[in-house]
């Protein structure tokens, strides 16, 4: 999933807040990760996923309520 | 790592105007209706009821007035059926289980997510971050970690800051006054009847605690870290400089936090929930400034179970535009809780709330603050009795309890009954303390509805 890919979130919020959109490369990019990783090396990302959607929250992104909708 | 120097923990939001604000509320409510309705066949019955789907919310008066309120016994149905009511999100995504305490008869099952548990914890980060609570800070909490959530999400907020955690857990009232003592937290974190009975036992063991260098008291569970003169009796034991308060629902934490200046109430964390008030007698929002209703929540932390347009109960007087210079745009709610909505009491026409009494007894010397108020009906009227524990144990009782009658008289405009008892003569609770009795039979005690179609 990268800014572009996100559905609830639309070009001119991204102008608004471009930490928004490298907050979301960067969810995108910790989803990447997941692939062909062990068990440990995917639940550590999970969790490192957990804390980037907490920033996501607090910079006010609504287009989704919480990681496990992705 | 963060920045020190700001006063706001996320000041983006929290110093957001209104309009802003509702924007968010509003995008996140129809997000929440819509996987309710999707993925919780509890909500999708409602709202099928109703007639009413995702796509119809479109704007505040379809929330306010189209829109089913959600209740407990909704979820307790749910729970009879399947474990668990209104669940969206299945045990592959489950941290921890807890339930609530059971206040209202039965307790209600709960679980949260990991992510969930920390969005939870950022609930307390606001206040306590404006309150000047840094990573360096440590919090002791007094309570042994059972299923009532309350105290763990404490915890999680303590994760969430990125404070030294010290556990009281498992411990005598006596263990952990020697433990703050030797560990010298900045925070001790508890119920504030119990945070009193430690300052108590405290003293009864020849150790002065505010020797123990506690900057703060904090906590929740109860009203008195709201009430004017329990904070004063707190920050007199323990020789804190502030007293931090937090209401809590059960169903969706902590949602409102005091700030720094403390003007007397909590703010809504407006991040982690929307909350309005309504007329409990027809549903409608609240909107004169000041004016009391019932506090109808929507949860953006608790999504496993999600609880839209909920109602909590809780009688609160909402202020939309607080101006006392702390600088948060996020709802006041002078008081924090007054009351409940099933738990009103009118005696001889007047409305009486327990935080009052509390407050009023508290005025009085040679009372403690060890209380417990009775109601019954007795032919169609309600009469409370208050119990309270006198301090000292040679003191006249029947001339204080004549003094408390006429006190309560002058600042209530009521009569109440009041009894009171030696000192050790009531129970001590660890957590929520009970204070309220209602022996009215069901069919005695009011019954609000909210009034409207859908409502």
């Given at each position: 999933m990268t800014p572009a890919h996100d559905p609830g979130v639309t070009p001119s919020d991204l102008e608004t807040d471009p930490k928004l959109g490298r907050l979301l490369s960067l969810r995108a990019q910790l989803h990447a990760e997941r692939v062909d990783a062990s068990p440990a090396v995917t639940r550590a990302l999970e969790m490192a996923d957990i804390y980037v959607f907490l920033a996501l929250g607090y910079l006010g992104y609504t287009a989704r309520l919480f990681p496990e909708e992705s | 790592m963060a920045h020190a120097e700001d006063r706001y923990w996320n000041r983006g939001t929290q110093t957001a105007p209104r309009e802003v604000l509702d924007a968010i509320h509003l995008k996140k409510i129809r997000r929440l209706v819509a996987l309710a309705y999707e993925r919780s066949p509890v909500h999708r019955q409602l709202y099928d009821d109703a007639g009413i789907k995702p796509a119809d919310i479109r704007t505040w008066d379809d929330y306010f007035y189209e829109l089913p309120f959600t209740d407990k016994p909704l979820y307790m149905s749910d729970q009879n059926d399947h474990g668990i009511g209104g669940l969206v999100l299945g045990p592959e995504h489950w941290q921890q289980f807890f339930h609530t305490t059971g206040t209202t008869g039965r307790f209600l099952n709960e679980v949260f997510t990991q992510y969930e548990?920390?969005?939870?914890?950022?609930?307390?980060?606001?206040?306590?971050?404006?309150?000047?609570?840094?990573?360096?800070?440590?919090?002791?909490?007094?309570?042994?970690?059972?299923?009532?959530?309350?105290?763990?999400?404490?915890?999680?907020?303590?994760?969430?800051?990125?404070?030294?955690?010290?556990?009281?857990?498992?411990?005598?009232?006596?263990?952990?006054?020697?433990?703050?003592?030797?560990?010298?937290?900045?925070?001790?974190?508890?119920?504030?009847?119990?945070?009193?009975?430690?300052?108590?036992?405290?003293?009864?063991e020849g150790i002065d605690i505010r020797r123990a260098g506690v900057r703060m008291l904090a906590g929740g569970g109860e009203a008195g870290f709201s009430i004017p003169i329990t904070r004063r009796r707190l920050i007199e034991a323990w020789g804190v400089e502030q007293v931090y308060d937090a209401y809590g629902v059960g169903e969706a934490l902590f949602i409102a936090q005091s700030c720094r200046e403390w003007a007397g109430g909590v703010h809504v964390i407006e991040d982690v929930c929307h909350s309005y008030a309504v007329d409990p007698a027809t549903g409608d929002p609240v909107t004169e400034r000041g004016g009391i209703g019932e506090n109808v929540i929507t949860s953006y932390t608790h999504l496993t179970q999600p609880f839209v347009k909920y109602r909590t109960h809780d009688l609160v007087r909402v202020d939309a535009s607080p101006d006392h210079g702390c600088g948060w745009t996020w709802l006041h709610l002078p008081g924090s809780v007054l009351g409940r909505t099933d738990f009103m009491v009118t005696v001889r026409g007047v409305n009486v709330y327990p935080t009052a009494v509390e407050n009023l007894i508290g005025e009085l010397p040679g009372l403690s603050n060890h209380y417990e108020l009775h109601v019954q009906s007795e032919e169609g009227m309600d009469r409370m009795l208050v119990k309270v524990e006198a301090i000292l144990a040679d003191c006249d009782r029947p001339a204080v309890a004549q003094r408390l009658a006429e006190h309560l008289r002058t600042h209530l405009g009521v009569r109440l009954e009041v009894d009171v008892l030696a000192p050790g003569t009531l129970p001590r609770y660890e957590l929520k303390t009970k204070r309220v009795f209602d022996h009215r039979a069901a069919g005695e005690r009011p019954q609000l509805e909210l009034g409207g179609g859908n409502r």
């Open positions: - | 548990m920390h969005k939870g914890g950022s609930q307390y980060c606001y206040g306590l971050w404006d309150c000047g609570v840094r990573p360096s800070d440590s919090m002791y909490f007094c309570f042994d970690w059972g299923m009532w959530i309350g105290l763990w999400s404490f915890y999680w907020g303590a994760r969430n800051l990125g404070l030294t955690v010290l556990s009281g857990g498992g411990m005598s009232g006596k263990d952990r006054v020697r433990q703050i003592m030797e560990h010298r937290p900045t925070i001790v974190c508890g119920t504030p009847t119990y945070l009193l009975h430690l300052a108590e036992l405290a003293n009864q």
